[in-house]
C-alpha cells in the first residue's frame, strides 16, 4: 500500500529522513501521522523513527537538542525547522504500570511498533510513502476498531494510560473498540489509579472535547474506568447526563462548568476539582466565572450590571445556556450583553490620567471611576469625554458619596 505524501507537514521531513536514509538507517513516519493521514484527518505534528542511535544522529546533523536522550528522542534543527526523531526502541517490564523500567535501542522497526498501544497507532510509512504494517492497523483502520497490539491485558498492564487512550481515540475517530480488548479494560479499568494524574487529565480533556464523546463516555462508564478517576462518584450523574444529552464544549472550562452544573455542585467544588485533577488557576477561574453566570441566569436574577460583570464569561455561557436552559430567554440577555455601551473599564472614555490633569488626586480618582463606570452602565449616563467629566463635577458636588 502507498500513500501520497503530497502535503507540506511530510514534504518538510523528506529531507531530514533522506540524510539519515543516505547515512545507511532507515527512517520512517510514525504514529498518530501515519493513522491520521490514512483517515484523511488533519495533522498536526509527524513523529520519525529511525534504526540510528541517538548519538549517530547527533553525528549526521550540525544542530541537535537533546529533547529527551534517555527515551531515544533526539530534536534536530534542519533549514531553521525542528524534528523529533526517536530511536526505535523496545521496551522493558513495567513494575509501576506507568513507565518501563528500561528502554533498548533495537534496529529493527519490527519490534518498535510492537511496544505501541494500537494497530492503528503501529503504522509506518517510508519517504517513498509505502505503509509498512505488521499488526493489521490497515485492517483496523478499514473497521473502525481500536484493538491492542498483542495480548490487551498484558499491554494494559504494562501501561495503565493506554485505557484512558482507548477511551480517547474512540472520541476523536468515532470507531467501536474490538471486544477482547473492550474485555480488558473492564478487567483491568482498576489500575487506571496508577497513572500519573497529568496524563490522565489531558487524556480526559481530549476526550471531552472531542466530537464522539457520547460513545466514549459510555465505554469509560460500562468499564468502570470511572471508579479509577478522582471525583467521578459525584460527578457520576451529570456524566449519565451527558451520554444521553450531548452538549458542544469549546474548551476544558465549558466542560467542566457543565459537569460540575449538571451535578448540581457550586463553584466552591472548584477546590476539590482543582487539587484531584492538578487543574490550573486560569481554567478554576473560567469554570467558577462560567457557573456562576450560568446559574444567573438560571434564576433569571441577573441585572444588567450583573452581565457587564460577567463580561466574557457571559459570552462563553451563552452558548451553554442555550443547550443546557431550553426555557432560558437568551435573546434578551444577548440583546442585553450587545448594546451594553462598554464592555469593559478599557472603553471608558475617561482614564485615571484625565482625572489627573483635571486635578483629582489619590484614592478619589480610582472611585470616581469605579463609580462612573457603573452610572455609564447603569444609568446610561453617555459614554464621551464632556458628559463624564460633567457627571464626575456633579457628582463631587454632592461630597461624592450620592446615590451611587
Ligand atoms: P495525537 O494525535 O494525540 O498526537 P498520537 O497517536 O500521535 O495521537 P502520541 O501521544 O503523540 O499519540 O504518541 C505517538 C505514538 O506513540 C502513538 O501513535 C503510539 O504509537 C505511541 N504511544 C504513545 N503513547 C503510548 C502508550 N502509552 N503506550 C504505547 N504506545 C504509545
Ligand atoms: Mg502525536
Known sequence: ??????????????????????????????????????????????????????????DLFPVTIDVGIEHGTVLVRHKGQSYEITTFRSEGDYKDHRRPDSVTFVRDLREDLLRRDFTINALAVDRKGRVVDYYDGLGDLKRSCIRCVGRPIERFEEDALRLLRAVRFQSQLDFTIEASTLDAMREKAKSLSYVSVERLTNEWHKTLLSKHYQQALNTFMSTGLYQACP?????????????????????????????????????????????????????????????????ALQDGEWTIWDIYQYGDSFKWVIPLAKQLLPEFHHESAIDMYQNLPIH???????????????????????????????????????????????WIARNNRDGGNSKL
Open 344 to 390: 469593559s473599564k478599557k472603553d471608558m472614555a475617561i482614564t485615571g490620567n484625565d482625572l489627573l490633569k483635571a486635578g483629582y488626586r489619590g484614592a478619589e480618582i480610582g472611585n470616581f471611576l469605579d463609580r462612573l463606570e457603573r452610572a455609564i452602565v447603569i444609568d446610561k449616563i453617555m459614554n464621551d469625554f464632556e458628559s463624564g467629566m460633567d
Open 231 to 295: 471525583l467521578m462518584k459525584e460527578l457520576k450523574s451529570a456524566i449519565l447526563h451527558l451520554i444521553k444529552n450531548p452538549i458542544f464544549f469549546v474548551d476544558e472550562a465549558d466542560a467542566w462548568t457543565t459537569i460540575l452544573y449538571l451535578a448540581q455542585l457550586d463553584s466552591s467544588y472548584t477546590t476539590q476539582l482543582q487539587k484531584s485533577y492538578k487543574l490550573s488557576n486560569k481554567l478554576v477561574n473560567g469554570i467558577k466565572h462560567r457557573l456562576k453566570a450560568l446559574r
Open 1 to 58: 500500500m502507498q500513500i501520497s505524501l503530497d502535503i507540506p507537514i511530510f514534504q518538510d521531513s523528506l529531507e531530514v529522513m533522506e540524510v539519515l536514509e543516505e547515512a545507511g538507517y532507515e527512517a520512517y513516519f510514525v504514529g498518530g501521522c501515519v493513522r491520521d493521514a490514512l483517515l484523511n484527518r488533519p495533522i498536526h505534528d509527524v513523529d520519525i523513527a529511525t534504526s540510528a542511535l541517538p548519538y549517530e544522529v547527533k
